[in-house]
Structure formats: C-alpha cells, structure tokens
C-alpha cells in the first residue's frame, strides 16, 4: 500500500479524533459512542464506494481504508497496555485501597459471573459447544464504563462511587480478558466441553504469574530511572518502554497474563515513582501519558468500529436471536451483583452504601466497546479456531457492542435525568450558592485594586462598584438566608471548604516542594476523605476522618511486629520516617488555614460556623503536635533532622525563583542562568535525601532518658534494648483490659494513659511505669488501661521484670512508691520487693 495514503489515512484519523469530542459535547452523548458511530461510517462508507459503479475515483481511497493493516495483535499488543497503564498513573491508590471490597465484586467477581451466565446461556439456546459459549461470555464481560464516569463527574456524583467504577475499569479488563486467553486456549485444542474446575484452578496462575512480572519490570525500570535522575526526556523514553516489555515478556516467556503485568506495573509504579522521580519529571510523565492513552482510545475505537461492517457481513436470521440471549444474560448477570451481592457487602460494612438510582446507572452504563471487539477479531483471525465458531464469535461480539453503544449509550444520559442524579441535593445547591458568594467578594476586591492602580474616572468607578455591590449582596444574602438549610448543614458546607481549601493548599505546598511529592499523595489522600467524610456523616465524619489520618495503620504494627520478632528494622524504620514526614507536613498545612476560615468561611456562614471550625482545627493541630512530640520523645535528633531539611528545601525553592526572576529581568544571561540550575539541581538532590532513622540506636538513647534506667551502663542498656518489645496504640484504644493475666509490665516512652480501677482514675505519662503491681501480686488485672493520645510503649516480660528488679535499686524504689500512692499496704507485695 502506498506509504502517502497510509500517511494521509493516520493524519485524518486525528482531525476525526479532535472534532469527535466538541461534537460529542454539543450533542451531550459519551465520546466512545461518537468515535464508534464515526468508524461506522466510514468503514460502511468505504464498502459502498469500492462496490459502487458510480465511480471509481474513490477506489484507491476506499481501498486504503478497508486495506488498513488493522490485526487483533494491533489493539492487543500497542493500544490495550497503553489505556490499561495510564489508567494506573492516574487513580488514586491510597484512596481505593478503602474501597477495594466493592472494586474487586464489580471487576472479578463481576466478571466471573457474567463469563458464566452467557456461557450456560448460549450453550443451552445453541448448538455451539461450552468452551465456545464460555469464550462468548468472557469477550462480552470486558466493560467500558469511562461513559458513566464522565457523566457521574459532571453531574457531581459522590466521588467514592466514581472511583469504584475507575477502578473496576482497570482491573475488570484485567480479568476478562485473562479469563478469555484460557477458553480460547480450549478452543483451539479443541476442547468442547472443559471441566470449570480445571479452568478455574488455571486462573490463579495467570493473574500471580502476570502480577509478579508487572512488579519486577516496574523495579527494574525504576531502579533505572533513579539512576539518570538529572535526565527527564530518558525517565520518560524507560516509561513508554515500561508498559510493553512487561506485557510481551509475561505473555510470552512467564506464559501468565499480559495484562495482568501492565496493570501490576502501573501500579508499582503509581506506588513507587513519586518518591523516587523529581516532581516535575513525575508530573511530565503523567501528561505525556495523558496524551498517549487519548490518542490510544481514540484510535481503538475508530479503528474497531471500521471492522463492524465487515464482521456484519454473514449475519443471518437466527443470529439475532442469540444476540438477545447474550443481552439477556450479561444484563441479568449484572442485575445479581449490583442488587444482590453489594447490597449484603454493604449490610456487612465491607463496602459503601451505593444508593439504587446510582446501581440503575451503573447497569445501563456498562458500555461495551474497543476491547470486546479486539477480543472478537482475535478469535475470527485464528486459523485454530473452527470456521462456524469465528463466524458466531464475531456476530455476536459485534451485535452486542452495537446495542450497547447505540441502546445504552444514547439513552444514559436521558436515564440519569429520570433518576434524579443530574439535580443538585440542597446542600449542594447551597454549597454552590457559596461558591458565587465567596468568589463575587474576592472578584470586589481584586477590582477595587485594579481601579485604584490604573486611575479610572471616579464616576464610572462608584457607578459600576454600586451595580456590582448590588449583586454580591444579593448572592451573600441568598447565601445566608436559604430556608432548606439547617445549622448543622451549614456546619457541614464549612467543613467541606475548609477541607477542599486544605487539599489546594497541599498542592500549592507540592508545586513549591515544600511538600515532598510522596508525603503529598498521602496528605492529598487524607484532604479527599475529609471532604468525603464531612459530605457523608457532617462534623462527625470530618472528625472521624482526621483521627483516621494519625491512626497507626497496619503496615505499621506489621512492620513492629517484624521488628520485634525477626529483628527486620529496616521496613519499621523507613515506616516511622514517612510517619514523621507526614505529621510535619500535615502541621504544615493545617497552620495556614485558620486564615482561610476567617476570610472566607466567617463571611458566608457567619461568626459561629467559623469559630466552631477553629475549635476543630485547634483539636486536630494539638493532635497532630501530641503525635509528633511523641515521635519527637521516643527517637531524639529525628525530627530535627527532618525539620533542618524542610528548611533546607524552602531556602532552595526561594533561591530557584530568585534566578527565575533575575533570568526574566535581564539581569542574567540563559548561559549563567543554566549553570545557576546545574547547580541548585544538584544541591535539591542532596537535599531531597531523607536522613536515615536507626531504630536499635534510638531505642538506647530513649532508655537514657528515663530515670529508671539511667544508672545502668551501656553494655546492660543494649541488652535491655534488645528484650523490650515496643507497642504503638492509638488515643482512645484500650491498651489493657479487666481481669486479664498480667505477663508483662510496660515503661510509657511516649504519650499519656487513663488507668481506672475500683472506680477510681488517674493518668499516667512518659517515663512512667504500669503492670508491675499485677504481676507482685500474683493476681489477675482489675485495671483497665486507655490511651488518651497517641501512645508508644516498652513491654517487658515478667521475668526479665523480675531479673531487672533485683539489680536495680532505683526501680526497686519507684515500685514501692507506686504501691504506696495506691494505698496498696500488702505485706506480700512489699515482701515481693524486697526479696528482689
């Protein structure tokens, strides 16, 4: 085929590609079905002018289309690891990770299920044999739900619902299409009729074998990219490369999934790479596969739906039937998971609420399209495959896709209004109405400095401040005096900004590098569900939410247990500095927003909103401040390190716009200017390194500074430090509970605790001692211990309890004393002490 008209052919698919998304907006249909619509056509368009005998000038053209070297292993190999890795970079992992119940039912589960139903299906209304009708049922289990994303984002659906349907895109296409390379494997051997055990028990193997090469690909391109750190434009050429190697290298030389590995290594990547890349490498990245994967689901779609009007071609009476049959099913699959399997996820608190008018719009946005015709073509290309077989595999495929996008996808939208999804609820109706309020008075004041700088005519100043003026006080008292809104919802629409303004602020601090780019995704993370937490449950949710952003997750106790146990520090020390990191950062930021309360929130909600906000803000920095001092007291010289090197990363930031600035003026020229950036980069890099935290180090010099310990010489402290065994609890948690047997008593390195017993309380902090009485006594717990703050503790067993009693006079005292403030006058008890 001439090279000029492939060329000619490419170019004009990117005009189709950019005017396809103006004209999908102006006539408010999915973009995915205008691209089909316009393949279609083109593809029919082409048909009829080749066959025609009206002319035959355009034949060559017609030609060039139909003769397109569109193959199953061009969708496969190039588009499909393209959409499956940019769809990776770009979700919020952290976030989903709190959704991952609800996300693996929509994709695995889903699809398992939808395999299944269409299979039994069509092998019950055809003559075709079970592997068949099972390889039908996994090609139309692949689902397109970037449609019913796109319009849940414009309507302001509940982003926790739009990010479940995000991630069941990525992984649903994962195991589908696992699923389809194992029935298509008993296809071609002929196979008619497998056991579903045995494939079953094949289907682990794919999906672990494709996750762990995805994950070693994506080490090694990291591994590589952090060593030419100063070199952008080749970060971003091991990227592209990333995606491609993983999939052919799984498929071809491990023989597991594909696809699989790409989204394992999106994933890693996601993961991994913006601690380990420069932010604005990273930030490229991001763009530069933003438009690949644009590009990449504009082409497949096009580029699929040209091949319609040829898989068309043999279709008979009979197949129409079959085609319902399929429709029949897979609708019906989807009916069981989304009104039956999620709402008991949901009745055992596994997964979120998702209210029936969302469930209706997820079942009539399950669009198909570009994957499950790419699928088919594979089958109808295979010379393995019988004839009768690929005939029925592309029809149906095909007929499906076609009722999806032109039934479904032309109607979403009209079935979304009929829901109600498309009206604002009044408290976002309200949230709304602040947002004209707020930007209007900003708008008055950035006006009213611009008049005065230029020395307009005072007239035509005071007349248009009046017409303006009129209108802000209209929107404040619009604002103000909207009777649907209760008090605790005004409350609620504060929270929401103060957290929306949070998460601005935090990417405002990202831009500066103030912020590392790894501690941002975990702050931006902890800003996205308070606003999810106040939009769902008001101030007890902000509150809820807050408190979650200091807990001490599991990977923590995981990585303390490692510690304790297999003497593993290194994943307990790189853990405790991300923590450290974190709380820096967040008191960072929760500084800067008390400013923001009163001049912005005060003005709309009034002055009670506002000063209840600063009461929830003071709460959450004293909590913050408790945390970090408690970190601060149980590893010293840490946090100073951490704070030497946030002031070390502003002085740089400030240094870098200082050059910017002067290369701007003319003060510099791009010569001195370039050698200034060689510079500073270099400087950022040393600067960029956390310092490293050494756990066994720290631990003795904590046991230092208790007075307990402080006659002991450092040969006994390293063997204390060894035997102790540290315990990290969260404010609010039960440490210890009533008529437990006591083992072990515990040194407070950090924090405070509420003992209560006999109706009696009273509270313990650092370098205080707890448990020892218990065990003198030789009876069961009648205390109940609760953290009150964030709170780390030393356990030590009773033996060594005992042991270290003996030889150290000094305890021996503190536990006497202790004994005596409690009234606990026992003869045995001090008979105890004194025999150690």
Known sequence: MDIVLITTGIASLFIVIGLAEPLAERLRLPYSVILAVIGILIGMGAIFFLRTDLTDALNPVAEAILGLPIRSNVFLYVFLPTLLFQATLGMNLLRMLDDWVPILVLAVVAVVVATLSVGYALFWASALPL???????????????????????????????????????????????????????????????????????????????????????????????????????????????????????????????????????????????????????????????????HWAGALIFILAALLIPRLLEEVRLGDFALVGVVILAAIAARVVILFGLLPLLTALRLSPPVERPYRVAILWGGLRGAVTLALALAVTESF??????????????????????????????????????????????????????????????????????????HDIVRSEAKRFGERLDDAVKTAEDNADILDRDRITLGLIALAGHERDTILARMRERTISARMAEQVLSDAERLIEGARSDGRSGYNRAARQSLSYGRAFRISNLLHTWLSLSAPLARITADRFELLLSQRLVLRDLGTFIDGRIRR?????????????????????????????????????????????????????????????????G????????????????????????DIALQRIELLRQFPLFSTLDTPDLKRLSRVLRTRNVDAGAIFLRKDGIAKSVYFIASGAVEIETAGQSWRLGRGDMFGQLAILMKKARKTEVRAIAPTTVLELGEDRFRRLLRRNPALKDTVRESAEKRGIASEDVFDEIDAA
């Open 131 to 293: 592997a068949a009708c099972l390889l039908i049922g996994s090609i139309v289990s692949t689902t397109d739900p970037s449609a019913v994303v796109s319009i849940f984002r414009s309507i302001s659906a509940p982003r926790r619902l739009a990010r479940i349907i995000e991630g069941e895109s990525l992984l649903n296409d994962a195991a589908a299409i696992a699923l389809f390379g194992l029935f298509m494997g008993f296809v071609m051997l002929g196979v008619p009729d497998p056991k579903l055990g045995d494939a079953i028990a094949q289907f682990p193997v794919l999906i672990l074998g494709g996750a762990l090469s995805g994950w070693f690909a994506a080490r090694v391109a990291l591994w590589i990219m952090g060593n030419i750190g100063r070199h952008e434009l080749a970060q971003l050429s091991i990227s592209v490369a990333l995606p491609y190697l993983a999939y052919i290298g799984s498929e071809q030389l491990v023989g597991a999934s594909g696809v699989v590995a790409v989204v394992a290594a999106g994933l890693t990547l996601n993961l991994v790479g913006p601690g380990r890349l420069q932010p604005q490498a990273w930030a490229k990245l991001r763009e530069l596969w933003d438009i690949l994967a």
């Open 384 to 457: 393995r495959v019988p004839d009768g077989i690929q005939r029925v595999v592309g029809i149906l495929a095909t007929g499906f896709t076609l009722f999806t996008l032109i039934a479904q996808g032309t109607t979403l939208r009209w079935i979304i209004g009929r829901l109600g999804l498309d009206r604002l609820s009044p408290i976002d109706d309200a949230l709304s109405r602040q947002v004209v309020a707020v930007a209007l008075q900003t708008v008055r004041e950035d006006v009213s400095r611009t008049t005065e700088n230029y020395e307009l005519s």
């Open 604 to 668: 709309i909600h009034g002055r009670r909103v506002a000063v209840l906000l600063h009461e929830l803000l003071t709460r959450r920095i004293d909590a913050v401040e408790t945390a970090l001092e408690g970190l601060r007291l149980q590893y010293p010289g840490y946090a100073e390190e951490l704070e030497r090197r946030f002031i070390r990363r502003t002085a740089l930031r400030l240094e870098e716009r200082e050059y910017a600035t002067m290369r701007e003026d003319g003060l510099i």
């Open 670 to 693: 791009a010569e001195v200017y370039t050698k200034l950036m060689e510079d500073l980069v270099a400087r950022r890099s040393a600067v960029d390194d956390r310092p490293q935290l």
